[in-house]
Protein backbone atom coordinates (compact mmCIF):
# COMPACT_ATOMS: atom_id res chain seq x y z
CA UNK A 1 0.00 0.00 0.00
CA UNK A 2 2.97 2.18 0.89
CA UNK A 3 4.66 2.48 -3.03
CA UNK A 4 0.64 3.39 -4.69
CA UNK A 5 0.14 5.93 -1.75
CA UNK A 6 3.86 7.43 -2.38
CA UNK A 7 2.97 7.71 -5.71
CA UNK A 8 -0.30 9.22 -5.65
CA UNK A 9 1.16 11.77 -3.80
CA UNK A 10 4.07 12.50 -6.17
CA UNK A 11 1.75 12.95 -8.04
CA UNK A 12 -0.79 15.48 -6.06
CA UNK A 13 2.18 17.39 -5.60
CA UNK A 14 3.44 17.59 -9.04
CA UNK A 15 0.25 18.46 -10.23
CA UNK A 16 -0.54 20.95 -7.14
CA UNK A 17 3.12 23.11 -8.34
CA UNK A 18 2.50 22.98 -11.68
CA UNK A 19 -1.12 24.92 -10.93
CA UNK A 20 0.34 27.07 -9.17
CA UNK A 21 3.42 27.83 -11.38
CA UNK A 22 0.37 28.30 -14.28
CA UNK A 23 -1.24 30.43 -12.06
CA UNK A 24 2.04 32.86 -11.67
CA UNK A 25 2.65 32.87 -15.77
CA UNK A 26 -1.15 33.89 -16.25
CA UNK A 27 -0.52 36.33 -13.59
CA UNK A 28 2.15 38.13 -15.46
CA UNK A 29 0.45 38.26 -18.26
CA UNK A 30 -2.71 39.44 -17.29
CA UNK A 31 -4.88 36.37 -18.30
CA UNK A 32 -7.13 34.63 -15.94
CA UNK A 33 -6.39 33.39 -12.96
CA UNK A 34 -6.51 29.77 -11.04
CA UNK A 35 -9.11 30.79 -8.23
CA UNK A 36 -7.25 30.83 -4.68
CA UNK A 37 -10.24 28.50 -3.70
CA UNK A 38 -8.62 25.33 -5.93
CA UNK A 39 -5.31 26.46 -4.60
CA UNK A 40 -5.71 26.06 -1.53
CA UNK A 41 -7.62 22.84 -1.97
CA UNK A 42 -4.83 21.52 -4.28
CA UNK A 43 -2.85 21.75 -1.02
CA UNK A 44 -5.29 20.75 1.59
CA UNK A 45 -5.89 17.43 -0.83
CA UNK A 46 -2.29 16.10 0.08
CA UNK A 47 -0.29 18.71 -1.90
CA UNK A 48 0.83 20.78 0.38
CA UNK A 49 4.54 20.25 -0.16
CA UNK A 50 4.22 21.18 -3.83
CA UNK A 51 2.05 23.87 -2.95
CA UNK A 52 4.93 25.60 -1.01
CA UNK A 53 8.25 24.93 -3.21
CA UNK A 54 6.15 26.46 -6.32
CA UNK A 55 5.36 29.13 -3.73
CA UNK A 56 9.11 29.77 -2.85
CA UNK A 57 10.45 29.07 -6.58
CA UNK A 58 7.68 31.17 -8.33
CA UNK A 59 7.31 34.07 -5.76
CA UNK A 60 3.75 33.42 -5.65
CA UNK A 61 0.93 33.77 -3.29
CA UNK A 62 3.71 34.71 -0.68
CA UNK A 63 2.52 37.59 0.87
CA UNK A 64 -1.25 36.59 1.07
CA UNK A 65 -1.42 35.10 4.57
CA UNK A 66 -3.64 32.18 3.84
CA UNK A 67 -0.92 30.79 1.79
CA UNK A 68 1.76 32.21 4.20
CA UNK A 69 0.76 30.64 6.84
CA UNK A 70 -1.91 28.47 5.44
CA UNK A 71 0.32 26.06 3.35
CA UNK A 72 3.13 25.32 6.02
CA UNK A 73 0.55 25.06 8.42
CA UNK A 74 -1.07 21.97 6.19
CA UNK A 75 2.33 20.89 5.44
CA UNK A 76 2.86 19.98 8.92
CA UNK A 77 -0.56 18.67 9.30
CA UNK A 78 -0.11 16.29 6.46
CA UNK A 79 3.51 15.02 7.62
CA UNK A 80 1.81 14.56 10.99
CA UNK A 81 -0.77 12.76 9.89
CA UNK A 82 1.55 10.08 7.36
CA UNK A 83 3.90 9.74 10.70
CA UNK A 84 0.81 8.58 12.51
CA UNK A 85 0.22 6.40 9.69
CA UNK A 86 3.18 5.11 9.44
CA UNK A 87 4.09 4.41 13.08
CA UNK A 88 0.65 3.12 13.51
CA UNK A 89 1.77 0.34 10.63
CA UNK A 90 4.92 -0.63 12.60
CA UNK A 91 3.44 -0.98 15.88
CA UNK A 92 -0.12 -2.78 14.82
Not at 29 to 34: E, I, K, M, P, T
Not at 54 to 59: V, Y
Amino acid sequence: MLPQLSLVLVVVNTLTACVFAYDKWRATRGGWRVRERTLLGLAALGGAAGALLAMRACRHKTRKPAFRWGVPALLVLQAGLASAWLLRGQLG
